[in-house]
């Protein structure tokens, strides 16, 4: 594995550190009045998504993990499994539901998403930032609620709940952000 000076550190890297995975949260570069220079690094575990402060002398190296990324085909969800194909070789593996988060919800047959893998461990799924939905019910307008930013609740085709603006009826189909499950906009058909 490349070492890498903790002066170089950015965000998004990956390094292995106490026999663990972590990914870089946040860097700063400290000079205090008295002693030398130092990078505080904020750390979060891969696996366990615990959370770690640490302090490397600036000239101190820490090995670099170089992972794999490949886009994968989401198939289908088994229980609290998705199963991804790699479009190259066919070849499928399942990722467990609470490492996707929240965002699972909205997993399509056939959607590409982005797999980080290390060794062949699937480490994080990145899914497209948004997707198409056809919303299911959405309640009826309040009277007297006029105010542009007056939002009304609905739910999508999963089941899901979303806030969407008073004009948008049952049936219609809306783009909705896969991070937050938020309104975007009306879907251009």
Same mark, same amino acid.
């Given at each position: #594995?490349?070492?890498?000076?903790?002066?170089? %550190?950015?965000?998004?890297?990956?390094? @292995?550190?106490?026999?663990?995975?972590?990914?870089?949260?946040?860097?700063?570069?400290? $000079?205090?009045?008295?002693?030398?220079?130092?990078?505080?690094?904020?750390? !979060?575990?891969?696996?366990?998504?615990?959370?770690?402060?640490?302090?490397?002398?600036? $000239?101190?190296?820490?090995?670099?993990? !170089?992972?794999?990324?490949?886009?994968?085909?989401? %198939?289908?969800?088994?229980?609290?499994?998705?199963?991804? #194909?790699?479009?190259?070789?066919?070849?499928?593996?399942?990722?467990?539901?609470?490492?996707?988060?929240?965002?699972?919800?909205?997993?399509?047959?056939? #959607?590409?998403?982005?797999? #980080?893998?290390? @060794?062949?461990?699937?480490?994080?799924?990145?899914?497209?930032?948004?997707?198409?939905?056809?919303?299911? @019910?959405?309640?009826?307008?309040?009277?007297?609620?006029?105010? =542009? =930013? =007056?939002?009304?609740?609905? !739910?999508?085709?999963?089941?899901?709940?979303?806030?969407?603006?008073?004009?948008? @009826?049952?049936?219609?189909?809306?783009?909705?952000?896969?991070?937050?499950? =938020?309104?975007?906009?009306?879907?251009?058909?």
């Amino acid at each position: #594995m490349p070492k890498i000076n903790a002066i170089d %550190l950015k965000p998004g890297n990956v390094l @292995e550190h106490q026999n663990k995975l972590w990914i870089v949260v946040k860097r700063e570069l400290v $000079q205090p009045g008295k002693g030398g220079a130092f990078a505080q690094v904020e750390l !979060r575990d891969l696996r366990s998504g615990n959370k770690s402060t640490e302090r490397f002398r600036t $000239q101190e190296t820490v090995e670099r993990v !170089r992972l794999d990324e490949k886009d994968m085909q989401f %198939l289908y969800m088994e229980g609290d499994q998705a199963t991804f #194909m790699d479009n190259d070789t066919f070849e499928q593996i399942s990722v467990p539901r609470e490492l996707i988060g929240d965002p699972a919800d909205f997993l399509r047959d056939g #959607m590409v998403c982005q797999v #980080m893998l290390y @060794e062949g461990t699937p480490l994080s799924v990145e899914m497209p930032p948004n997707v198409t939905m056809a919303l299911v @019910e959405a309640d009826p307008v309040v009277r007297g609620q006029t105010a =542009s =930013s =007056s939002y009304k609740p609905g !739910r999508l085709e999963n089941g899901r709940r979303v806030m969407i603006p008073p004009y948008i @009826e049952a049936g219609t189909r809306i783009v909705v952000n896969t991070a937050d499950g =938020s309104f975007v906009e009306r879907a251009k058909d």
